[in-house]
């Protein structure tokens, strides 16, 4: 449930930042008045240390943020369909988060690194999105590791450099895979 702060703590929050706007500085007065803001987004922590007073345009720019972020997650989620070196596809109930528990999604993410049960490498999937600005790819750069869409899963007839921007023909998708370890895998074992 969203709630707001008291007035009692709305005047503390203004006077521990000396009646200006925590990310311009600009001061309130008459025809600037403060937006009181919770900190780390949770709306139900009253905290006065969760709490600050920014105008409309600082608050403004911090939503507009918040709201390309999570558009951008929520892009993220279902994304990896395939191992991009191996071609085994992933299902989101065969893999856990961080405690333990079974991913509820019904692929995996892109930008988590993953460890493919059939080849037993490690990448990331990074999903072009131009909302969220260039983003680097790093780790080894192994030629022609890369053989399958990890979207839609197709093969590739060329070979695909790691750590580059590869574009699907078939599904259209923009991404590129940042591998931390590659264990070739062979149909001999």
């Known amino acids: 449930m969203r709630k707001s702060f008291s007035k009692f703590q709305q005047t503390e ?9 925590r990310g311009c500085k600009t001061r309130f007065s008459k025809n600037i008045h403060p937006q009181f803001d919770h900190i780390d987004g949770d709306h139900s922590n009253n905290s006065v240390e969760n709490g600050q007073a920014i105008c409309s345009n600082c608050h403004d720019a911090k939503s507009r943020k918040e709201n390309v972020k999570r558009s951008v997650t929520k892009k993220d989620i279902d994304f990896v369909k395939h191992c991009p070196l191996c071609g085994e596809k992933f299902k989101g109930k065969d893999y856990g988060d961080e405690n333990g528990n079974r991913l509820t999604t019904k692929h995996l993410s892109a930008n988590d690194f993953i460890t493919c049960r059939k080849c037993e490498s490690v990448f990331k999937v990074i999903r072009h999105d131009a909302k969220a600005g260039k ?17 839609c899963g197709i093969e590739f007839a060329e070979k695909v450099k790691s750590n580059a921007g590869i574009k699907c023909e078939e599904c259209k998708k923009i991404w590129g895979v940042w591998i931390k370890t590659y264990k070739k895998y062979s149909y001999w074992g």
């Open 135 to 151: 983003q680097t790819i790093r780790g080894k750069k192994v030629d022609g590791a890369v053989k399958y869409c990890a979207h």
């Open 13 to 21: 929050i203004l006077g521990n930042q000396d009646y200006k706007c």
